[in-house]
């Protein structure tokens, strides 16, 4: 049955509606009356050249087609939904070497090795030192003697900072990732002026830069996570191209999906106000979950069915893609009291901000969550009575909820 409030073409992954929005009125409608519903795309707008996907918004169904990576891949057509339709298949089909884009068996492999960056104790050991780099740039901010922009000045340095101290990037090289990073998904944005061309020079900048990392380790261990991850033999290694692939996803899974959680999360408490009072008041520990279900930096990644199946009463043919709307799931009245509200006090609160759970569930969960606590605690401290200078600048893209910039003034 078709979606009487849905117009006719409305694509959910269509730049020029993140650009403005993420379309949660469309979403709620297609929960309400077509959960599973088959989005047309005419001639190669994707870079897929097939015919569309099928958009699946409510939250049971996200979680369904995460959990079973054995009937929806993500590597047949990797997990980003829509890339420039002048892209070649042979470009998408490299991108299969990130982790992001494997499936079982090799996923798991990998994963194992990677996730030795990720432990309880690794992150502990980062606690006090992104602390104290969070005290700093909050304390930097303050010195602003007018509007600043949140984005450049707040929100994109502590992800960057961490990635350094997690993995050994000199921070003076940070400057390097940031750029690489916004280039390889500003694409779809007319002001960067970035081709899909100088997008694939930037991951490739990245990857040479991370391998010649490995390389050295590999000749020099040393005692750092560089050397656990790629000269540990008798655990089992990563090749210096899957490490490159490894910090190519790092710098996008983990310094703009954070970076842009932290954006909304400033502009989320400026425009509550009562939330903001309350967490400078109370500190509650359930406020981090609740910025990454507000914020789903991630608005969708896609799967491949690998075999006819059904899904939400739709049947589902072998080869079609899928769209896991995550903006939409974290939205979802089945699921959340009251979803349109900003709670941070929200708990439970099972949102899939970092994923629908299954293989591919967000390793860095931990790390994201210490960084926006730390960075909204050092906010609070020196940064109290910050007030919104203009409103967000959004991102253009077709996969990420965005924000460009964000001018704020420290009051």
Known sequence: ??????????????????????????????????????????????????????????????????????????????AIIRFNEHIERDAIDAQRLILLNMDPPEHTRVRQIVQRVFTPRAIRALQDRLRARADAIARAAVAHPGPFDFVTEVACELPLQAIAELIGIPQDDRAKIFDWSNKMIAYDDPEYAITEEVGTESATELIAYAMNMAADRKQCPAKDIVTTLVAAEDEGSLSSDEFGFFVLMLAVAGNETTRNAITHGMHAFLTHPDQWELYKRERPATAAEEIVRWATPVNAFQRTATQDTELGGKRIRKGDRVGLFYASANHDPDVFDDPGSFD????????????????????????????????????????????????????????????????????
């Not at 591919?360 to 960084?371: D, P, W």
Request: proline share 10%; glycine share 8%; charged share 25%.
């Open 1 to 78: 049955m078709p979606c009487p409030a849905l117009p006719d073409g409305f694509d959910f992954t269509d730049p020029d509606v993140l650009h403005q929005r993420v379309p949660l009125p469309e979403f709620a409608e297609l929960r309400r009356a077509e959960p599973v519903r088959w989005i047309p795309q005419p001639g190669n707008v994707a870079g897929f050249r097939d015919e569309g996907y099928w958009a699946v918004t409510r939250h049971a169904d996200v979680k369904y087609v995460s959990t079973h990576p054995e009937l929806f891949s993500s590597t047949l057509n990797t």
């Open 344 to 411: 941070i006090t929200r708990d439970p609160n099972p949102h899939l901000g970092f994923g629908g759970g299954g293989p591919h569930y967000c390793l860095g969960k931990s790390l994201a969550v210490l960084e926006i606590d730390l960075i909204f605690d050092a906010i609070a401290d020196a940064l109290p009575t910050l007030t919104l200078a203009g409103e967000p600048r959004r991102l253009r893209s077709s996969w990420i909820n965005g924000v460009k910039e964000l001018r704020v003034e420290a009051g």
